[in-house]
């Protein structure tokens, strides 16, 4: 428009991204993915009647929702034949990120390594209940059940989240903490280090995608996890190097090979110790942790 005014469907559709990308990636596990359901919910709302819109925000969600629902499908059926161990795509998130409790939870890679553990239809309902606090009845236009159906698939949800997620939320200052010992015990390639700051059952994630090397499988033990660190460093042909982020909220490493990106580390802490590491190496999935990625609960 030749004043630079912003015709009301584009506004409408910019005011509520952030929440609507937010939606789709908790979905999703899928920045990539996300941003395609993006693409489709704006053609259905440009397409749609909206002078019989009553809450645009809603509606909004319930396309987003619907097109996520419909791509999970059949990512589900992708992440069968997945080389390897599969982790949710990695998003640089702004340090207030980490600061918001609730946001940076929801993003957890250990949150959404659970959240793949449910049927698409769970998620889609433990994610927009639980996360995003929408009422029962406009889930169910959204996912397309009764809302009795939505309140049992809900509480179902819930209950196989909650046996399965971390107990104590963690400081972004102890995390913080935890990462610096971390990283030291590796540079230093000292395994005693590595032992002091590693849970007992911590849990090595590595995502290669089958493009880069990665452990096909979880690797599980404080002593496990140490030995595949300890002088891995002096193993690796090239210099690597470290820089403390902010990956789904939670601290974070990026590792440069070189001073090409190779990946991102992400620790989950739990009593002053790491009890998962999370290492996305595999390129495709890369894309978002270079450049902040806006995130909203509202």
């Given at each position: ?34 941003e ?5 919910t704006?053609?259905?709302w ?68 659970v ?19 929408i ?11 009764s ?82 660190f ?45 009890t998962?590491?999370y290492y ?19």
């Amino acid at each position: 428009m030749s004043d630079g005014a912003t015709d009301p469907a584009t506004e409408a559709f910019l005011t509520h991204r952030n929440l609507l990308f937010t939606v789709a990636y908790e979905v999703l596990g899928s920045a990539a993915d996300a941003e395609d359901v993006l693409q489709e919910t704006w053609l259905q709302w440009v397409r749609a009647d909206r002078g019989q819109v009553r809450d645009q925000r809603a509606f909004l969600v319930r396309i987003t929702t619907r097109q996520a629902l419909n791509r999970l499908r059949t990512m589900k059926r992708r992440r069968e034949a997945y080389v390897g161990s599969w982790l949710p795509e990695p998003l640089l998130t702004a340090p207030d990120v980490a600061e918001d409790a609730e946001l940076a939870e929801s993003v957890s890679m250990a949150l959404m390594l659970v959240l793949e553990t449910l049927t698409p239809t769970e998620r889609a309902v433990f994610v927009l209940r639980e996360i995003f606090d929408i009422d029962y009845d406009e889930i169910a236009r959204a996912v397309d059940k009764s809302p009795a159906a939505v309140r049992q698939i809900a509480h179902r949800a819930r209950r196989h989240v909650d046996a399965r997620r971390p107990r104590r939320a963690v400081s972004s200052n102890e995390s913080r903490a935890v990462l610096e010992s971390f990283r030291c015990a590796v540079e230093t390639e000292d395994p005693q280090a590595l032992l002091e700051v590693l849970a007992p059952d911590v849990v090595l994630m590595s995502d290669g995608g089958g493009i880069k090397h990665a452990a096909l499988r979880p690797v599980t033990g404080a002593e496990r996890v140490a030995r595949m660190f300890a002088g891995g460093i002096g193993k690796v042909e090239g210099t690597i190097t470290t820089e403390p982020t902010v990956i789904n909220g939670r601290s974070a490493l990026l590792v440069r090979l070189d001073g090409e990106i190779d990946g991102v580390m992400v620790i989950s802490v739990e009593n002053a110790r790491i009890t998962g590491l999370y290492y996305v190496r595999n390129p495709e999935k890369l894309s978002h942790v270079t450049s902040v990625t806006p995130l909203t609960l509202r």
